[in-house]
Protein backbone atom coordinates (compact mmCIF):
# COMPACT_ATOMS: atom_id res chain seq x y z
CA UNK A 1 0.00 0.00 0.00
CA UNK A 2 1.57 3.62 -0.87
CA UNK A 3 1.15 5.97 2.23
CA UNK A 4 1.41 9.76 1.53
CA UNK A 5 4.03 9.41 4.62
CA UNK A 6 7.38 8.03 4.07
CA UNK A 7 8.83 4.94 6.74
CA UNK A 8 12.48 4.56 7.13
CA UNK A 9 14.40 2.08 8.41
CA UNK A 10 17.62 2.17 10.22
CA UNK A 11 19.00 -0.60 11.47
CA UNK A 12 22.97 -1.31 13.01
CA UNK A 13 24.81 -3.19 14.58
CA UNK A 14 25.13 -2.39 18.51
CA UNK A 15 27.61 0.45 18.87
CA UNK A 16 27.65 1.44 15.31
CA UNK A 17 26.01 4.82 15.99
CA UNK A 18 22.62 4.55 14.89
CA UNK A 19 20.83 6.20 17.57
CA UNK A 20 23.22 9.60 17.21
CA UNK A 21 22.71 9.88 13.41
CA UNK A 22 18.79 9.32 13.97
CA UNK A 23 19.10 11.84 16.97
CA UNK A 24 21.07 14.31 14.69
CA UNK A 25 18.69 13.66 11.48
CA UNK A 26 15.34 14.52 13.80
CA UNK A 27 17.20 17.68 15.29
CA UNK A 28 17.97 18.75 11.64
CA UNK A 29 14.36 17.79 9.64
CA UNK A 30 11.15 18.45 11.80
CA UNK A 31 9.25 16.38 8.91
CA UNK A 32 10.35 13.10 10.46
CA UNK A 33 9.07 11.73 13.46
CA UNK A 34 10.64 8.73 15.10
CA UNK A 35 8.74 5.59 16.69
CA UNK A 36 9.00 4.85 19.84
CA UNK A 37 9.62 1.15 20.52
CA UNK A 38 8.47 -1.07 23.59
CA UNK A 39 10.99 -3.51 24.92
CA UNK A 40 11.50 -5.87 28.04
CA UNK A 41 15.19 -4.48 28.51
CA UNK A 42 15.76 -2.39 31.44
CA UNK A 43 16.40 1.02 30.93
CA UNK A 44 19.94 2.32 30.58
CA UNK A 45 21.34 5.97 32.98
CA UNK A 46 19.80 8.71 31.05
CA UNK A 47 17.00 6.92 28.96
CA UNK A 48 13.41 7.67 29.98
CA UNK A 49 10.02 5.52 29.74
CA UNK A 50 8.19 6.80 26.87
CA UNK A 51 11.56 8.86 25.00
CA UNK A 52 14.15 5.88 24.42
CA UNK A 53 11.66 3.30 24.94
CA UNK A 54 8.57 2.44 26.80
CA UNK A 55 9.88 0.03 29.19
CA UNK A 56 7.68 -3.12 29.69
CA UNK A 57 7.65 -6.49 31.82
CA UNK A 58 7.75 -9.00 30.27
CA UNK A 59 4.16 -9.67 30.96
CA UNK A 60 2.91 -6.62 29.26
CA UNK A 61 4.86 -7.47 26.31
CA UNK A 62 3.11 -11.02 25.53
CA UNK A 63 -0.48 -9.55 25.83
CA UNK A 64 0.80 -6.82 23.33
CA UNK A 65 1.89 -9.86 21.42
CA UNK A 66 -1.24 -11.68 22.18
CA UNK A 67 -3.58 -8.40 21.49
CA UNK A 68 -1.78 -8.04 17.86
CA UNK A 69 -0.45 -4.89 18.79
CA UNK A 70 2.74 -4.67 17.15
CA UNK A 71 3.36 -4.65 13.76
CA UNK A 72 6.87 -5.98 14.24
CA UNK A 73 8.71 -7.50 16.92
CA UNK A 74 12.06 -9.81 18.02
CA UNK A 75 14.56 -11.44 20.44
CA UNK A 76 17.87 -9.34 20.12
CA UNK A 77 20.75 -9.69 22.32
CA UNK A 78 18.82 -11.34 25.01
CA UNK A 79 15.59 -9.48 25.30
CA UNK A 80 12.09 -8.47 23.03
CA UNK A 81 11.82 -5.09 21.04
CA UNK A 82 8.80 -4.36 19.29
CA UNK A 83 7.11 -1.92 16.83
CA UNK A 84 3.59 -0.92 18.19
CA UNK A 85 1.19 -0.42 14.76
CA UNK A 86 -0.03 2.52 16.33
CA UNK A 87 3.23 4.41 16.36
CA UNK A 88 3.41 3.91 12.52
CA UNK A 89 0.23 3.18 10.85
CA UNK A 90 -1.57 6.39 12.10
CA UNK A 91 1.48 8.79 11.18
CA UNK A 92 2.33 7.37 7.83
CA UNK A 93 -1.19 7.01 6.84
CA UNK A 94 -1.36 11.08 8.11
CA UNK A 95 0.93 11.94 5.53
CA UNK A 96 4.20 12.28 8.49
CA UNK A 97 7.51 10.42 7.58
CA UNK A 98 8.64 7.94 10.25
CA UNK A 99 11.93 6.47 11.06
CA UNK A 100 12.14 3.22 13.04
CA UNK A 101 15.33 2.10 14.46
CA UNK A 102 15.11 -1.60 14.84
CA UNK A 103 17.15 -4.98 14.19
CA UNK A 104 17.53 -6.71 10.94
CA UNK A 105 14.97 -8.80 11.53
CA UNK A 106 12.50 -6.33 12.35
CA UNK A 107 13.61 -4.26 9.36
CA UNK A 108 12.76 -7.27 7.20
CA UNK A 109 9.34 -8.03 8.61
CA UNK A 110 8.51 -4.18 7.85
CA UNK A 111 9.65 -4.43 4.49
CA UNK A 112 7.12 -7.35 3.82
CA UNK A 113 4.32 -5.24 4.91
CA UNK A 114 5.47 -1.88 3.75
CA UNK A 115 7.02 -2.61 0.52
CA UNK A 116 7.39 0.85 -0.01
CA UNK A 117 9.37 1.47 3.45
CA UNK A 118 13.31 2.17 2.38
CA UNK A 119 15.70 0.11 4.17
CA UNK A 120 18.95 1.62 5.94
CA UNK A 121 21.85 -0.25 7.12
CA UNK A 122 24.59 1.41 9.10
CA UNK A 123 28.64 0.21 9.04
CA UNK A 124 31.20 0.90 11.61
CA UNK A 125 34.46 1.21 9.57
CA UNK A 126 36.10 -1.49 11.64
CA UNK A 127 35.54 -4.04 14.12
CA UNK A 128 38.38 -2.03 16.39
CA UNK A 129 36.23 0.89 16.29
CA UNK A 130 32.68 -1.05 17.21
CA UNK A 131 34.60 -2.23 20.26
CA UNK A 132 36.08 0.84 21.60
CA UNK A 133 32.61 2.92 20.33
CA UNK A 134 30.95 0.28 22.48
CA UNK A 135 33.48 1.01 25.30
CA UNK A 136 33.33 4.65 25.23
CA UNK A 137 29.75 5.01 25.38
CA UNK A 138 29.94 2.79 28.57
CA UNK A 139 25.95 2.06 29.68
CA UNK A 140 27.14 -2.18 29.23
CA UNK A 141 28.93 -4.73 31.26
CA UNK A 142 31.80 -6.31 29.60
CA UNK A 143 29.37 -9.39 29.61
CA UNK A 144 27.07 -7.33 27.53
CA UNK A 145 29.59 -5.56 25.22
CA UNK A 146 31.02 -8.85 24.04
CA UNK A 147 27.57 -10.56 23.58
CA UNK A 148 26.55 -7.52 21.24
CA UNK A 149 29.76 -8.00 19.66
CA UNK A 150 29.24 -12.11 18.52
CA UNK A 151 25.87 -10.71 16.97
CA UNK A 152 27.49 -8.37 15.29
CA UNK A 153 29.06 -10.59 12.61
CA UNK A 154 25.63 -12.10 12.25
CA UNK A 155 23.64 -9.12 11.80
CA UNK A 156 26.07 -7.23 9.69
CA UNK A 157 25.82 -10.21 7.03
CA UNK A 158 22.22 -8.82 6.63
CA UNK A 159 23.27 -5.63 5.37
CA UNK A 160 23.23 -6.72 1.68
CA UNK A 161 19.78 -7.24 2.03
CA UNK A 162 18.95 -3.38 2.76
CA UNK A 163 18.37 -0.65 0.36
CA UNK A 164 20.81 1.29 1.79
CA UNK A 165 24.61 0.94 3.46
CA UNK A 166 26.63 3.83 5.68
CA UNK A 167 29.82 3.71 6.43
CA UNK A 168 29.72 5.51 9.87
CA UNK A 169 33.19 6.55 9.90
CA UNK A 170 33.52 10.70 10.27
CA UNK A 171 29.97 11.33 11.98
CA UNK A 172 29.07 14.40 9.89
CA UNK A 173 29.55 12.54 6.71
CA UNK A 174 27.23 9.87 7.60
CA UNK A 175 24.48 12.43 8.92
CA UNK A 176 25.02 14.07 5.08
CA UNK A 177 24.66 10.54 3.32
CA UNK A 178 21.52 9.90 5.93
CA UNK A 179 20.01 13.33 4.79
CA UNK A 180 20.17 12.77 1.28
CA UNK A 181 18.79 9.09 1.50
CA UNK A 182 15.75 10.72 3.14
CA UNK A 183 15.75 13.86 0.49
CA UNK A 184 15.72 11.43 -2.44
CA UNK A 185 12.88 9.43 -1.17
CA UNK A 186 10.64 12.76 -1.01
CA UNK A 187 11.52 13.52 -4.20
CA UNK A 188 10.11 10.30 -5.89
CA UNK A 189 6.98 10.59 -8.03
CA UNK A 190 4.46 8.48 -5.54
CA UNK A 191 6.22 9.04 -2.37
CA UNK A 192 4.31 12.77 -0.80
CA UNK A 193 2.40 13.01 -3.86
CA UNK A 194 0.41 15.55 -1.83
CA UNK A 195 2.63 18.18 -1.04
CA UNK A 196 3.50 18.40 -4.71
CA UNK A 197 -0.05 17.60 -5.87
CA UNK A 198 -0.80 21.19 -6.95
CA UNK A 199 1.79 21.58 -9.15
CA UNK A 200 1.43 18.22 -10.82
CA UNK A 201 -1.93 18.92 -11.75
CA UNK A 202 -1.31 21.64 -12.88
CA UNK A 203 1.25 20.41 -15.40
CA UNK A 204 -1.59 18.21 -16.01
CA UNK A 205 1.08 15.40 -15.23
CA UNK A 206 -1.91 13.20 -12.91
N1 LIG B 1 12.93 -5.68 15.87
C1 LIG B 1 13.07 -4.62 16.64
N2 LIG B 1 14.29 -4.25 17.05
C2 LIG B 1 14.39 -3.14 17.83
C3 LIG B 1 13.28 -2.36 18.21
N3 LIG B 1 13.71 -1.33 18.98
C4 LIG B 1 15.04 -1.46 19.06
N4 LIG B 1 15.47 -2.55 18.39
C5 LIG B 1 16.84 -3.02 18.18
O1 LIG B 1 17.30 -3.76 19.30
C6 LIG B 1 18.71 -3.68 19.34
C7 LIG B 1 19.19 -3.33 20.75
O2 LIG B 1 18.80 -2.00 21.05
P1 LIG B 1 19.37 -1.31 22.35
O3 LIG B 1 19.28 -2.28 23.49
O4 LIG B 1 18.69 0.01 22.51
O5 LIG B 1 20.92 -1.15 22.05
P2 LIG B 1 21.78 -0.33 20.96
O6 LIG B 1 21.67 -1.05 19.66
O7 LIG B 1 23.14 -0.44 21.52
O8 LIG B 1 21.26 1.06 20.90
C8 LIG B 1 19.11 -2.67 18.28
O9 LIG B 1 19.51 -3.37 17.11
C9 LIG B 1 17.85 -1.90 18.05
O10 LIG B 1 17.79 -1.32 16.78
C10 LIG B 1 11.99 -2.77 17.73
O11 LIG B 1 10.96 -2.16 17.99
N5 LIG B 1 11.96 -3.90 16.98
N1 LIG C 1 31.16 8.60 13.61
C1 LIG C 1 31.41 8.43 14.90
N2 LIG C 1 32.67 8.59 15.37
C2 LIG C 1 32.96 8.40 16.68
N3 LIG C 1 32.07 8.04 17.63
C3 LIG C 1 30.80 7.86 17.22
C4 LIG C 1 30.39 8.03 15.86
N4 LIG C 1 29.08 7.79 15.77
C5 LIG C 1 28.66 7.48 17.02
N5 LIG C 1 29.69 7.52 17.90
C6 LIG C 1 29.67 7.22 19.34
O1 LIG C 1 29.64 5.79 19.45
C7 LIG C 1 28.83 5.38 20.56
C8 LIG C 1 27.72 4.46 20.05
O2 LIG C 1 26.81 5.23 19.30
P1 LIG C 1 25.23 4.98 19.39
O3 LIG C 1 24.58 6.03 18.56
O4 LIG C 1 24.81 4.82 20.80
O5 LIG C 1 25.15 3.55 18.64
P2 LIG C 1 23.96 2.51 18.42
O6 LIG C 1 22.67 3.25 18.58
O7 LIG C 1 24.14 2.01 17.01
O8 LIG C 1 24.15 1.43 19.43
C9 LIG C 1 28.29 6.65 21.21
O9 LIG C 1 29.11 6.97 22.32
C10 LIG C 1 28.43 7.70 20.09
O10 LIG C 1 28.61 8.99 20.62
Given at each position: ????????????????????????????????????????????????????????????????????AFVEWAHVHGNRYGT??????????????????IDYQGALQIKRIFTNAVLVFILPPSWEEL??????????SPEVIEMRLKNAAEEMAQAREFDFVIINELFERALFDLKAIVHAQRLKFTAQRRSRADTFKALNII
Open positions: MDYPGNLFVVAAPSGAGKSSLVKALMELDSQVQPSVSHTTRAPRGQEKHGREYFFVSQQEFDSMVLGGSKKAVEERIASGTDVVLERSRLERRGED
